[in-house]
Nanobody, 115 residues
Framework: QVQLVESGGGLVQPGGSLRLSCAVSGTINSIRTMNWYRQAPGKQRELVAIISSDSNANYADSVKGRFTISRDNAKNTMYLQMNSLKPEDTAVYLC?????????WGQGTQVTVSS
């Protein structure tokens, strides 16, 4: 059974930084695209960043220049480095991946940006 587990969320002041991780475990033959999404209360789920299997990355305009997505294929882990955080970045951050040609979601990690 494949599982995605996020970690690294927490409370941070505006202007601060956090690094999220998404670890994939289980029987893994291939991991294709890996994505970070976020969902704030009362809002639709938003795609934050995408990274392909060969590490090509794309970002939502709202995070471009502040967030960096990366992955370590040897560790089956994806990261999201978040800098210059703003209160509007507050949300549950979820990872998504296509593993063995099937889609999987993590359970999410809370990020709160507040003074």
């Amino acid at each position: 059974q494949v599982q995605l587990v996020e970690s690294g969320g927490g409370l941070v002041q505006p202007g601060g930084s956090l690094r999220l991780s998404c670890a994939v475990s289980g029987t893994i033959n291939s991991i294709r695209t890996m994505n970070w999404y976020r969902q704030a209360p009362g809002k639709q789920r938003e795609l934050v960043a995408i990274i392909s299997s060969d590490s090509n990355a794309n970002y939502a305009d709202s995070v471009k220049g502040r967030f960096t997505i990366s992955r370590d294929n040897a560790k089956n882990t994806m990261y999201l480095q978040m800098n210059s955080l703003k209160p509007e970045d507050t949300a549950v951050y979820l990872c998504y991946a296509i593993v063995n040609s099937r889609s999987y979601w993590g359970q999410g990690t809370q990020v709160t940006v507040s003074s």
